[in-house]
Structures are given as C-alpha cells and as structure tokens.
C-alpha cells in the first residue's frame, strides 16, 4: 500500500478458548462438544488451524474434526501440506473437504462455492455434542453458510460460533 492509505480491519470477532477433550469457553460459557465441525474461507483457516492443532496434538484428546475449506485455487489453499500431513496421520479425527471456486482442469476434489450440499455431506449433523465454527469472507458466510446451516437444524448463538 502506498504511504497515507488507509485500510479497514476487523476482528477478532469471537471470544472462544479450548481447554482440551471438547471443553471450550465460549463468550464466557463454558460447553463442550464431541464433534466440531468447522467452515473456512481463505485466511480463515488461521484460528480454525490452531483449533486442529491443538486437538490433534494433545494426547488422548479425542474431539473429533469435520473442515470445509473453500478458497479460488489449488493455490490460495493456505497450510495445505499441513493439513494433509494431520489428515495422513489423524484420518479417524479429522476429515478436511476443499471447496475451489475457480479450480484448474486437474482439480479432483470439490468445485463451485460452499452450499448446503456440501455442508451436509462433509460435516457431521446438527446434535447435542456437535458444533460449527466459522471464519471466512462475511458473503460466504452470511449468504451461503448460515442459511445452510439453519435450515440444517444448526442454531447460532447454541451451536453455530464465529471465530
């Protein structure tokens, strides 16, 4: 950016800590969860690849891991090795679904924007143990996921969390 630019930030727009087995504290609350399910977009992968860290890492924690990752290209796929490396080694936990909007000719995995067909087919279902955290682009998410996610049977606020 040129010098005397300005730009607009936001966030962070969630107030969510993991204490490890599926404990969080979330706004204050304290719930936990069995199964997480979370929906990326682009740099959005940032807190939800801490999440997956942290699960996949500690020892005898057992939180199992559903990701919708959506991004334009093969390339704007951020931790990409990494989070096949966790797959490779974690496939019972954590199972990641790309979405690519504009996706090369050789791209095998899942093409187009995130909707409700995706969502239900990649994420576990709407149940007392389950939950879905979201970070990506406020259109993906306000337009595409949110609906999906409320005529799915998923309530924001109780199950359904921005971070």
């Known amino acids: 950016m040129p010098i005397g630019e300005e730009i607009e930030i936001r966030?962070?727009?969630?107030?969510?800590?993991?204490?490890?087995?599926g404990m969080f504290v979330i706004e204050g609350k304290q719930m936990t969860f069995e199964k997480v399910n979370l929906v990326l977009?682009?740099?959005g992968i940032t807190p939800g690849y801490a999440l997956i860290a942290r699960v996949l890492l500690s020892a005898g924690d057992k939180t199992e891991l559903r990701v919708v990752d959506a991004n334009?290209?093969?390339?704007?796929i951020l931790l990409h090795e990494?989070?096949?490396?966790?797959?490779?080694?974690?496939?019972?936990?954590?199972?990641?679904?790309?979405?690519?909007?504009?996706?090369?000719?050789?791209w095998k995995g899942k093409k187009g924007h995130v909707n409700?067909?995706?969502?239900?087919?990649?994420?576990?279902?709407?149940?007392?143990?389950?939950?879905?955290?979201?970070?990506g682009p406020p259109t993906m998410i306000q337009k595409a996921v949110l609906p999906a996610l409320r005529d799915w049977?998923?309530?924001?606020?109780?199950?359904?969390f921005g971070f």
């Open 72 to 76: 334009k290209t093969e390339g704007d």
């Open 153 to 160: 049977g998923f309530t924001e606020e109780k199950n359904v």
């Open 116 to 135: 409700a067909d995706i969502l239900k087919e990649a994420l576990f279902a709407p149940g007392e143990d389950t939950v879905v955290f979201l970070c």
């Open 11 to 21: 966030g962070p727009t969630g107030d969510i800590v993991y204490n490890g087995n």
């Open 82 to 106: 990494s989070l096949d490396e966790f797959e490779k080694d974690h496939g019972e936990q954590l199972k990641v679904t790309h979405v690519l909007s504009h996706p090369s000719e050789k």
């Open 41 to 43: 977009g682009g740099s």
